[in-house]
């Protein structure tokens, strides 16, 4: 099994995605630059990620005995989210 952290946004997030050991991490060009820029730095022992900034996500319980075409699992944040990585991603291979 292998863990994905993925939409990383901010720098900080992106260390806490290596803190936490992350096999797969989803990330724009723009913060794998900083990293880079940053000399590829792995967070410390003792890295605390500040989580207060974070905006809650509503929560919604689902009968998971359905057939997962069954699913409506369209939402806004991932549809942005996906155009956001295809422009990232046609802008990296330019």
């Not at 900080?12 to 723009?30: C, E, K």
């Not at 794998?32 to 410390?44: H, I, N, S, Y």
């Not at 069954?70 to 330019?94: A, P, Q």
């Amino acid at each position: 099994m292998l863990v994905l952290t993925a939409s990383v946004r901010t720098f900080d997030h992106m260390m806490y995605a290596l803190y936490l050991g992350s096999d797969i991490i989803t990330a724009p060009h723009s913060i794998l630059k900083e990293w880079g820029e940053k000399g590829l730095p792995m967070p410390a022992d003792d890295y605390v990620y500040d989580s207060r900034k974070l905006n809650d996500i509503s929560y919604k319980d689902i009968d998971l005995s359905r057939d997962w075409q069954d699913y409506d699992i369209n939402h806004d944040l991932t549809v942005k989210g996906m155009e956001k990585f295809s422009s990232d991603w046609n802008s990296l291979i330019k």
